[in-house]
């Protein structure tokens, strides 16, 4: 899924998604509760209405934004307090108020509202932030009445392997709709992130979306697929691509790079996109140097679309029970390790 945070993702408009054959995305609840507001967002039909997008959207809780020095005021058991950067106002969630936004905003799938740490906290923070996590949890799903939209729990627990295995235990009991894997990608290594992962996903029950938060690399994604991961959001491939990085089956190139001036073969040959099919890589370069903005659009639709198309195969391969050798080939083509 791509981030859409405040229901825009980065240059790529709501029809282009559809033409992308992008089939989710995911908001933040918390951002638009602040700007524009729920009653507007209401008023024009939901998330779906107002920005006309008729693919799935997932509204992330906020617990992510609400815990960062930029917000936070106050945390506890009960409730969470923060500044809004816009106006400075302040606000107090809790588990209840924030299935009541998301309700409102009437996304497809809510997330609850959890305590993520942070990457270097210690063992009883984060030994904390489990509990609050499991409490917050219980009472949102207490509090979501709408069987329209689905609920899922998110697992915390850090790189503590007790504590992962306990936060899955806790969360998975409560019988949600799905589960997620929170509070990793955030600075701590790919050799502890994927353990975690692995730990987690032993807990989750198989008969229920696996869902791994603010993840986005194309050889973390084809990784954790490969370990049981069904879901992903990161906003690693827009941003990438207004950094002028491109994918190909081969690894990425750096569109700018001056190589490119006379490259006259599209950014991936076996890329069928609708960049690759009408553009070379030395037009793009050209727009890059004349400080064009269009090449960013065109890099996020590539990408986009290589990412997609990568998890579509990966889907393909699963069904066909070929999934092995393909992971094998495309960490030998995309030329990093697995
Ligand atoms: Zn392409």
Same mark, same amino acid.
């Given at each position: ?10 240059l +790529? ?7 992308? $054959?992008?089939?989710a ?11 524009p507001?729920? %009653?507007?967002?209401e008023?024009?039909? $939901?998330?779906?209405?107002? @920005?006309?997008?008729s693919?799935?959207?997932f ?5 992510f934004?609400?815990v960062?020095d %930029?917000?936070?005021?106050?945390? *506890?058991?009960k409730?969470?307090k ?16 924030d299935i009541?936004?998301? *309700?409102?905003? =009437?996304s =497809? ?8 740490p ?7 923070d984060?030994e ?7 409490e917050?949890?219980? #009472? ?14 998110i697992?915390?627990g ?5 504590? &992962? ?8 009991s409560?019988?949600? =709709? $799905? ?13 502890k992130m994927f ?8 807990? @989750?029950?198989?008969?229920?979306? &696996?869902?791994? @938060? ?13 370990m049981g991961? =069904?879901i992903f ?19 990425? +190139?750096?569109?700018? %790079?001056?190589?490119f ?8 040959? /076996?890329? /069928? ?11 793009? !370069?050209?727009?890059?140097?004349? /400080?064009?903005?269009s ?6 639709w590539h /990408?986009? !679309?290589?990412?997609n198309?990568?998890?579509k195969?990966?889907r393909?391969e ?5 999934f092995? #050798? ?8 995309? $030329?990093?390790?697995?």
């Open positions: 899924m791509p981030v859409a945070t405040k229901l825009a993702v980065k +790529i408009t709501s029809k282009d998604l559809e033409a992308l $054959g992008l089939k995305i995911i908001a933040n609840a918390f951002i638009l509760y602040l700007n507001g729920v %009653k507007l967002i008023k024009a039909g $939901g998330v779906h209405g107002f @920005m006309n997008y693919g799935c959207i509204t992330d809780s906020g617990g934004q609400m960062s %930029k917000f936070l005021v106050e945390i *506890n058991k409730w969470v923060f500044r809004s950067p816009f106006d400075q106002s302040l606000h107090m969630i809790t588990p209840e108020k009541e936004i998301q *309700n409102s905003l =009437d =497809d799938i809510a997330m609850c509202l959890d305590y993520m942070r990457s270097d906290d210690k063992y009883e984060v904390e932030s489990v509990e609050i996590t499991y917050w949890a219980k #009472r949102c799903k207490q509090a979501h009445k709408n069987k329209k939209q689905l609920l899922f729990g697992i915390q850090g790189c503590f392997k007790d504590l &992962r295995k306990k936060s899955a235990g806790l969360i998975t409560l019988d949600f =709709d $799905g589960y997620a894997i929170g509070g990793l990608g955030i600075g701590e290594s790919r050799e353990k975690a992962v692995d730990v987690a996903v032993s807990y @989750m029950p198989k008969d229920k979306p &696996r869902y791994l @938060m603010g993840i986005g690399t194309p050889q973390d994604l084809v990784k954790a697929v490969g991961v =069904d959001d990161s906003c690693y491939v827009t941003k990438h691509s207004r950094h002028e990085m491109v994918f190909t089956q081969n690894g990425e +190139i750096q569109i700018g %790079k001056q190589k001036k006379e490259d006259f073969s599209p950014l991936d040959r /076996n890329c /069928n996109c609708m960049v690759c099919r009408n553009y070379t890589k030395a037009y793009i !370069h050209h727009l890059l140097k004349i /400080n064009e903005l090449w960013k659009r065109l890099v996020t /990408n986009l !679309h290589f990412v198309n990568l998890m195969e990966a393909e699963i069904k066909e029970d070929r092995g #050798r393909f992971e094998k080939e495309f960490f030998r083509g995309y $030329g990093v390790k697995r």
